[in-house]
């Protein structure tokens, strides 16, 4: 996994902003019209109070009786912290001293106080005013308890918004494990086809399904290319060998032709060679697991060394009760192919093959005291075509097939090539799954 940041942080990270910032933004508005709500309701006292002195003072009543009824007024709502005072033609009658007169009518602020101007009948005026200090106190109560409750609601949005958002992207993490499941070799056929009940999710994975599909197609198409390409050479090439072999029976044939028939007759059995093993890369996997026989591969081993003449040198360790079950020539061509190697990277020193078989796999190792493998081209060796530059330059004669070969060979057989760790030389390891008879 990357060090990156991941797409579940960001989703947390994102949505404890969008909680923290609209908690915020909810707390302003909410203040705002509590605010605005509290002005509206000290505004409609002082307008009932003014009224109230408007009902007292119809416009019959001379200035003196008014200004009377102003005064008492304004002793009645003093205990409320209001002020009030009635002028006409902006002179004041009555009620409290310190009021001015104004042209404004409505309500406003006034410094520390609200005041409203109320036009009453006979054209006079009342004047109103109320301290704005509890009103401020009211809304800056108001104020603080929306942000605390918001900041709660950001608190709440950020400690949940991990959990939620890994909820989110569980269907996203599922696809994930589906495509690392994915296997190479038969993509489109590994693919599970099931619906996640997400409409996106499973839009995805529809595409994703059908890539796999195509991507088979096209696997299949030059699998199917390699393999006839193969086998329309396998038939002119053995006519070929066949007419050298002929011509090579001729009596009286020049010594100088003679060698030159013999080295074409060696290239054509080469390339004989190298078709049958590019046959046996292209084949599809049903066709190199036609054949299931028990195969015992102490046989394999032995066999394939009195082949290839190679018992001098190497040392063997097989044991017997190592059975798999395949294709005993395709097993036989991945013993020919290791011990092959080692022999020929290893010119000289000891070759070891050691069969053994545990409870549930057996194990071919071949092991040589030659220059091994660099660290960099463990897992390439096994790619075909690969060849080491020290194997190039060498003038070591090969195609770089031979492992590609033993590789695809096990994996045709449930098992694994890999090139073990030794302190010398080389050593590659095959694990197959084993086979026993009550099996
Ligand atoms: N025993 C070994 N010791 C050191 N290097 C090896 C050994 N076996 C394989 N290699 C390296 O891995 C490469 C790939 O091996 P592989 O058997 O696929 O190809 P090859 O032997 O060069 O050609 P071919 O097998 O087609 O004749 C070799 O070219 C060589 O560089
Ligand atoms: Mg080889």
């Keep these: 996994m990357s060090g990156g940041a991941t797409f579940v942080g960001r ?3 994102a949505m ?21 709500a509290a002005v509206r309701d000290g505004d409609r006292r002082l307008d009932q109070a003014a009224q109230t002195l408007g009902v007292e003072v119809p416009a019959k009543l001379t200035d003196a009786e008014a200004a009377a009824h102003a005064d008492d007024e304004q002793l009645e709502v003093a205990p409320a912290g209001l002020r009030i005072a009635l002028f006409a033609g902006g002179r004041r009658l009555g009620g409290d001293a310190s009021l001015d007169p104004s042209h404004a009518r409505g309500c406003r602020d006034d410094r520390a106080w609200r005041r409203c101007s109320v036009g009453i009948a006979g054209g006079r005026v009342v004047e109103v005013a109320g301290p704005r200090g509890p009103l401020r106190a009211q809304a800056s109560a108001l104020a603080a308890a929306s942000l605390l409750a918001a900041l709660v609601a950001g608190f709440a949005g950020v400690a949940l918004s991990g959990r939620v958002s890994s909820r989110i992207v569980r269907p996203l993490r599922r696809l994930r494990d589906d495509v690392a499941a994915v296997d190479v070799a038969n993509p489109g056929a590994s693919w599970p086809a099931v619906n996640d009940g997400h409409a996106e999710i499973d839009a995805l994975r529809d595409a994703v ?22 086998h329309e050479l396998r038939t002119p090439l053995g006519a070929l060998r066949a007419e050298l072999e002929l011509a090579a029976e001729e009596p009286g044939t020049p010594p ?118 660099d660290a960099s081209e463990r897992e390439r060796v096994f790619e075909a075509f690969y060849r080491s530059p020290q194997a190039r330059a060498g003038g070591v004669r090969g195609h770089g097939l031979g492992l590609a070969l033993v590789h695809r060979i096990a994996a045709a057989h449930g098992g694994r090539a890999c090139v073990a760790d030794v302190p010398r030389g080389a050593c590659v390891v095959v694990t197959l799954p084993r086979w026993r008879p009550s099996a």
């Design 256 to 373: 100088e032709l003679r060698a030159a028939q013999h080295r074409a007759t060696e290239q054509v059995r080469s390339l004989g060679l190298l078709v049958e093993r590019l046959l046996i890369l292209a084949a599809p996997d049903d066709a190199l697991r036609a054949s299931r026989e028990a195969v015992a591969l102490c046989e394999v081993v032995e066999e394939s060394l009195a082949a290839l003449g190679a018992t001098p040198r190497v040392r063997t360790d097989l044991d017997e009760a190592a059975h798999v079950r395949g294709d005993a020539v395709l097993l036989r061509a991945l013993v020919d192919n290791l011990v092959t190697n080692a022999l020929k990277f290893a010119p000289d020193g000891e070759v070891t093959v050691r069969v053994a078989a545990d409870p549930d796999a057996v194990t071919v190792r071949v092991e040589d005291h030659g220059p091994g493998f």
């Design 11 to 13: 989703v947390a990270r």
């Design 16 to 36: 404890a902003a969008a909680a923290v910032l609209s908690a915020i933004a909810s707390a302003a508005l909410t203040s705002g019209i509590a605010w605005r």
């Design 209 to 230: 399904g059908g890539m796999l599909s195509r991507l088979d197609a096209a696997l299949a198409q030059s699998q199917r290319f390699a393999a006839d390409a193969a």
